[in-house]
C-alpha cells in the first residue's frame, strides 16, 4: 500500500492507473479504522482494480471542539490494519483541504436532507460532510466510492449529492457490520466503559423490536417512538433521537411510502450511538 500525504503523487499514481485502463474505488473514513471500515474497502476492492482510502479527521462537520479533540487518531494502527487490502491511503492534513481556513472554504450545501433529522440535531453537521466529500472527490478522482449504510442519512445526502452536481461516480451502500451482540461497529464504540458497552447492544435490540412491531402491521409511530425512548432511557441511555420515516426522502411517511427506516440516536457515557433500520411498508 502506497502511502500518499500530497497531492501530486496521488494524482500522478491514480493518473497512470487510470492510463492503464483500471477503475478506481475510494472509500473515505476519519481513521481508527475497524471492520466496518474493512468490509467498505473489501467491498470496493469487489468493483475496482485500484482502491484508495482516506483518512481525514474533517474539522469542518464536528459541532463540538471537545468532541473533535477527543476523536481517535490511530494512524500506525490503522495502516497496520489496511495491510495490502488497499492500494493506496491518503492522509491529507488541514492545511491540504482548507488551504484559506475553515470560514472562508466554499461549501456545499445539500438542501432538505442536510437539514433534517440529524442535520436539524447538529446544525452545519451535513454541509461539512458534503463539502469534505466533495473534495475528496476532486482529490482522489474515482470511479466509485463506498459509504456504510451506518450512516443512513449520510449516505442519502452523499448519493443527492453525486446526482445533483452530476459527478461520475457510482456510490456504492455498504451493509452495517455488527459485533455478534448486535451492536453496530464504530470508532465511537471506543468510548464505552466495560459496564456501557455491555449495555450498548440494548440500542440494535430495541430498534429490532419496533422493526418487528411495524412488520406485524403496528402503524401508530408516535407510540413505537415513545416505547422505543422509555426502554433506552431505563437502560442507562439518554435517547436523542429516535425518527420512523420513509425510508426513500427521509420525509414524514404517507400512503406512498414503501419502505420506512427507524433511525436511532442515543448517548450512552460519552458515546453518541446511532443505528438504522429499514422496514418494508
Ligand atoms: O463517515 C465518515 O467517516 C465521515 O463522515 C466521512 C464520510 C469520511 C467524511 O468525513
Redesign the pocket.
Known amino acids: 500500500m502506497q502511502l500518499f500525504k500530497q497531492l501530486d503523487e496521488l494524482r500522478s499514481t491514480v493518473a497512470d492507473w487510470r492510463r492503464q485502463g483500471m477503475r478506481i474505488g475510494f472509500v473515505?473514513?476519519?481513521g481508527n479504522l475497524h471492520n466496518g471500515h474493512l468490509e467498505l474497502v473489501h467491498q470496493a476492492r469487489q468493483h475496482c482494480d485500484k482502491v484508495v482510502v482516506?483518512i481525514?479527521v474533517?474539522p469542518l462537520?464536528f459541532d463540538n471542539p471537545t468532541d473533535l479533540s477527543a476523536y481517535p487518531r490511530t494512524l500506525a494502527q490503522d495502516c497496520d490494519r489496511l495491510g495490502d487490502l488497499a492500494d493506496g491511503l491518503f492522509t491529507p492534513s488541514a492545511e491540504l483541504m482548507y488551504p484559506s481556513g475553515q470560514q472562508q472554504q466554499t461549501r456545499v450545501q445539500v438542501p432538505g436532507i442536510a437539514e433534517v433529522l440529524e442535520g436539524a440535531l447538529r446544525p452545519g453537521h451535513f454541509d461539512g460532510?458534503s463539502t469534505?466529500?466533495c473534495k475528496?472527490f476532486n482529490l482522489v478522482q474515482p470511479d466509485l466510492a463506498c459509504?456504510?449504510e451506518k450512516?443512513y442519512q449520510?449516505l442519502a445526502l452523499?448519493r443527492k449529492m453525486v446526482t445533483d452536481l452530476n459527478m461520475p461516480i457510482e456510490i456504492i451502500g455498504v451493509p452495517t457490520v455488527r459485533a455478534e451482540d448486535g451492536l453496530a461497529l464504530s470508532s465511537r464504540n471506543s468510548y464505552l466503559s466495560e459496564a456501557e458497552r455491555a449495555i450498548a447492544p440494548i440500542l440494535a435490540a430495541t430498534m429490532k423490536e419496533l422493526a418487528e412491531r411495524m412488520q406485524s402491521g403496528e402503524r401508530d409511530f408516535a407510540q413505537l417512538i415513545e416505547d422505543g425512548r422509555q426502554r433506552l432511557d431505563h437502560s442507562g441511555f439518554k435517547t436523542d433521537g429516535i425518527d420512523i420515516v420513509d425510508a426513500h426522502n427521509l420525509l414524514p411517511i404517507t400512503e406512498h411510502s414503501q419502505a420506512a427506516v427507524i433511525l436511532m440516536a442515543a448517548y450512552l457515557g460519552n458515546a453518541r450511538l446511532i443505528d438504522n433500520q429499514v422496514v418494508p411498508l
Open positions: 473515505p473514513t476519519m482516506s481525514f474533517n462537520q460532510v469534505v466529500v475528496l459509504f456504510g450512516d449520510q452523499i
